[in-house]
């Protein structure tokens, strides 16, 4: 089995599935995982509507410390979870177990009123377009896993 091959096996298919909840962690980071589904499913053609390296990537990978494209040539490997979540660790500048968890934590309870206003005013129509009327938006996370259907 060449590269592509095992790439194509891990990839989900995001015009048929959701990538993880950005709250799953990967290598003890929130939106590790998700951005991990994208990457692969960008480069095996099944990423849909879903972007790589958006800006909910970019604030994981600013975090900690990861080029983006050095994250996807990786993960082109055909990598494993497993194997990206040690290629994560080991090329993290931040490593501190107590600044991860309370950047995840930052994250999982950001609200929208607390996000820079571009992100405001873009989550303004995203969330009039995706979220069901009578659901409740609290956390930056709710959106996502309330259209996935987490929630």
Excluded at 31 to 52: I, P
Excluded at 59 to 66: L, R
């Amino acid at each position: 089995m060449d590269v592509s091959d095992k790439l194509k096996l891990l990839a989900k298919d995001l015009t048929q599935d959701f990538p993880r909840s950005p709250r799953a962690k990967l290598a003890g980071y929130v939106v590790a995982g998700r951005a991990l589904d994208k990457c692969r499913a960008v480069l095996a053609g099944t990423a849909g509507e879903y972007h790589f390296n958006c800006p909910l990537d970019q604030q994981f990978f600013e975090f900690a410390g990861i080029d983006g494209d050095a994250f996807k040539d990786f993960v082109a490997t055909g990598a494993t979870d497993e194997e990206v979540a040690a290629w994560i660790k080991q090329h993290a500048s931040q490593s501190e177990d107590e600044a991860i968890i309370a950047w995840n934590n930052k994250l999982r309870y950001m609200r929208p009123v607390d996000m820079p206003m571009k992100l405001q005013v873009f989550l303004e129509g995203y969330i009039d377009e995706v979220v069901p009327r009578n659901r409740i938006v609290n956390y930056w996370f709710d959106v996502y896993d309330i259209e996935e259907h987490r929630i």
